[in-house]
């Protein structure tokens, strides 16, 4: 029954208190060109809808990958200063061994050694020596090792920045692209009187379904923040987006889930349930995994749905194209 409901629905929910004379053709003035009809209207928003969807994940992906890129710089840049500190110390300490070798006049030594007419002091002052001049092979080995090390260390650095910088140009030509959908989303939903902002401080409303376990704790996360604007990129506390909700929910249950929808679907290959068989706290996936949001029981979902919408608990039936589902 559930996965009936789930395949036959419809993605838009029906928006409510339309003012159809704001869309219709303006009167007057022979070069004004016609507004959109409602109809036309609600299908540029479905259409800009389900491209924000992907858009705004492949977003979240990209700040990921600089996350790790730049997580990546920072260990090879720490290493790269231990190495520094590391030749500096070795270099400290042959100037303080060539300083000492001057001052107590080695090439003396080995005379001053043979004229000794004890034969104990003789080998004991030549095992000082053969000491010596394994230590200071030592120090010389070190030193020569760590600085034809260095150069490598520093080639990792430079290859993780250089990432880094690549992956955070790319994270801001994402951005650009999903700033100018939202705009698009803002300006269409204003004139369909639907634009709800949202409460950055709503308490939300408490979760009285049948869940148990983490998955109860996931879901009373989920719900408390009802009423929350939707936000892209957004993992709280004031605002979501989908992924971000999911994420936020089940880290609150002790789970940790991937950033976004896709990667989330992809980490729960082996958790995959059968749609007919979704529980409470299962996640469920849509739009060419666009968009994820929570089963909540009873035939409901809680979700972030999108621009100019906000956190949400929605009947299944009032979203399309559900096709997965996962249990973490």
Same mark, same amino acid.
């Given at each position: 029954m559930l996965a009936r409901g789930i395949r036959g629905v419809g993605r838009i929910p029906v928006i409510t208190g339309l003012i159809a004379a704001v869309l219709v053709t303006q009167a007057g003035g022979a070069g004004a060109e016609p507004r959109p009809t409602v109809a036309q209207a609600k299908a540029r928003l479905a259409k800009l809808n389900e491209r924000a969807d992907l858009v705004v994940d492949k977003y979240n992906e990209a700040g990921e990958r600089w996350k790790k890129a730049r997580k990546d710089y920072n260990k090879a840049n720490g290493r790269l200063k231990e190495q520094l500190g !590391? +030749?500096? $110390?070795?270099r400290a300490g042959l100037v303080t061994m060539a300083v000492s070798t001057y001052q107590s006049g080695d090439m003396l030594a080995w005379p001053s050694l043979i004229t000794q007419g004890d034969p104990d002091a003789l080998l004991s002052g030549l095992s000082s020596v053969d000491q010596m001049s394994a230590d200071r092979a030592r120090k010389l080995a070190a030193y020569q090792? /760590?600085? /034809?090390?260095?150069? $490598?260390? !520093?080639? =990792?650095?430079?290859?993780?920045? =250089?990432? /880094? +910088?690549e992956l955070l140009n790319e994270l801001k !030509?994402?951005?650009? =692209?999903v700033e100018k959908l939202v705009g698009e989303q803002e300006r269409l939903l204003r004139r369909l009187n639907a634009y709800n902002p949202g409460n950055p401080?709503?308490?939300? +409303?408490k979760y009285t379904g049948p869940a148990s376990g983490n998955a109860r704790a996931a879901l009373q996360y989920a719900f408390a923040q009802v009423g929350k604007p939707y936000r892209y990129g957004g993992t709280g506390p004031d605002g979501f987006d989908c992924s971000g909700l999911t994420l936020m929910a089940w880290r609150a249950a002790g789970v940790t889930l991937p950033r976004t929808a896709a990667q989330q679907y992809n980490w729960g290959a082996s958790r995959r349930v059968p749609l007919g068989a979704v529980q409470p706290g299962d996640l469920l996936f849509a739009s060419?995994?666009?968009?994820?949001?929570?089963?909540?029981? =009873?035939?409901?979902m809680v979700h972030a749905p999108r621009t100019g919408s906000v956190v949400s608990v929605v009947p299944l039936s009032s979203y399309r194209g559900i096709f997965a589902a996962v249990r973490p």
């Open positions: !590391r +030749i500096d $110390g070795l090792q /760590a600085t /034809a090390s260095i150069q $490598g260390e !520093r080639d =990792d650095a430079k290859k993780s920045y =250089d990432k /880094a +910088i !030509r994402q951005k650009k =692209d401080n709503s308490p939300g +409303i060419g995994l666009g968009h994820v949001g929570m089963y909540a029981g =009873d035939g409901k």
